[in-house]
Nanobody, 123 residues
Framework: QVQLVESGGGLVQAGGSLRLSCVAS????????VGWFRQAPGKEREFVAR????????RSADSVKGRFTVSRDNAKNTAYLQMNSLKSEDTAVYYC????????????????WGQGTWVTVSS
């Protein structure tokens, strides 16, 4: 069982930065891949980025590539999403999720979810 808690969201101006954290409880966090997803009002949940269990393989969606960076620190049971050069279209609730499939980009493949954190980018 893994419980996830996101933090770090908020209101930021376009062009600004935020770093989201995802803190996990449970001693098996390091055996799970972590995915970040977002859902804007009235839209489907979409893949943002993922990182494998050891942190050496990552992938980001084309819409955030070059602006967002996913990382993790297994010693701290924490994953991060560094978001730079934010745009108004990045406004959404951001979720972290944990799953066994290290290459999954479909939210249905992830088992454990955090409660989400709002990111609002003003233009």
């Amino acid at each position: 069982q893994v419980q996830l808690v996101e933090s770090g969201g908020g209101l930021v101006q376009a062009g600004g930065s935020l770093r989201l954290s995802c803190v996990a409880s449970g001693r098996t966090f390091s055996s799970y891949a972590v995915g970040w997803f977002r859902q804007a009002p009235g839209k489907e949940r979409e893949f943002v980025a993922r990182i494998n269990w050891s942190g050496d393989v990552t992938r980001s969606a084309d819409s955030v590539k070059g602006r967002f960076t996913v990382s993790r620190d297994n010693a701290k049971n924490t994953a991060y999403l560094q978001m730079n050069s934010l745009k108004s279209e990045d406004t959404a609730v951001y979720y972290c999720a944990a799953g066994r499939n290290s290459v999954a980009e479909d939210y249905k493949a992830y088992t454990y979810w955090g409660q989400g954190t709002w990111v609002t980018v003003s233009s």
